[in-house]
């Protein structure tokens, strides 16, 4: 069964330092690679999508994220934290075409220090 | 369009009353899902439907039924409620299902708390 570990529960970082936060999936083939933010209250948002093709993958917000397959790794980064962007995220992986099921990891709290 | 919409917001249960989540949505969208959200749990799939009658079961179904007789809406039954069913419930929809290339989309929630 294909599962999400998100080591770190809790990170604070101050505003204008860079961010990575990391994900590690369990899946034998190529899975398709979410990263979702929520927000105090809020559903979730989708910020980028890997699925195929250039392991590099852009996003909404100024995030981006590295598929790299050997790491079994999608860490999510951005090179300058805003204050608005403390929140919750949320990595999730599907194992492949024709599955219907999103699985989560446990999220990692992002704080941010003015 | 309202997206997908979720009602109630927040509801309290005592231990075995019943209940129905409604989950609607107007994009015509043939996949819907049910995820249940508890602190340092992540988001689980409870039940998911690709398709007016056509449901099946998630990771933590027990607990929870779900019928699909519209494409818009998805409502998740509590026949019995318990405690451990105390979380929030997001439905969520797509175009297809999570391994299309199509974005889903998450209701505001519903928070349950059963007594």
């Known amino acids: 069964a294909q599962s999400v570990t998100q080591p770190d529960i809790h990170i604070t970082v101050s505003e204008g330092a860079s961010l990575e936060l990391r994900c590690n999936y369990s899946?034998?083939?190529?899975?398709?690679l979410f990263w979702y933010v929520q927000s105090p209250g809020q559903g979730l948002q989708l910020l980028l999508k890997?699925?195929?093709?250039?392991?590099l993958v852009q996003g909404i917000k100024g995030f981006e994220a590295e598929f790299k397959r050997s790491q079994s790794s999608f860490n999510l980064r951005k090179p300058s934290v805003h204050w608005s962007d403390a929140a919750e995220y949320f990595c999730?992986?599907?194992?492949?075409?024709?599955?219907?099921?999103?699985?989560f990891g446990k999220g990692t709290k992002l704080s941010v220090i003015p | 369009n309202a997206g997908v919409t979720q009602t109630p917001k927040f509801q309290v249960l005592k231990t075995g009353q019943s209940m129905t989540l409604q989950c609607a949505q107007d994009?015509?969208?043939?996949?819907m899902s049910w995820y249940r959200q508890d602190p340092g749990m992540g988001l689980r799939l409870i039940h998911y439907?690709?398709?007016?009658?056509?449901?099946d079961q998630g990771e933590v179904p027990n607990g929870y039924n779900v019928s699909r007789s519209t494409t818009e809406d998805f409502p998740l039954r509590l026949l019995s409620a318990a405690p451990s069913q105390t979380s929030v419930y997001f439905c969520?929809?797509?175009?297809?299902?999570?391994?299309?290339?199509?974005?889903?989309?998450f209701g505001p929630g519903t928070r349950l708390t059963v007594l």
């Open positions: 999730a992986v599907v194992s492949g075409a024709g599955s219907y099921q999103l699985t």
């Open positions: 890997y699925f195929s093709g250039d392991t």
């Open positions: 899946y034998g083939a190529t899975p398709y």
């Open positions: 969520a929809s797509s175009l297809q299902g999570p391994s299309s290339y199509n974005e889903q989309f």
């Open positions: 994009m015509n969208h043939e996949y």
């Open positions: 439907s690709v398709g007016a009658g056509i449901t």
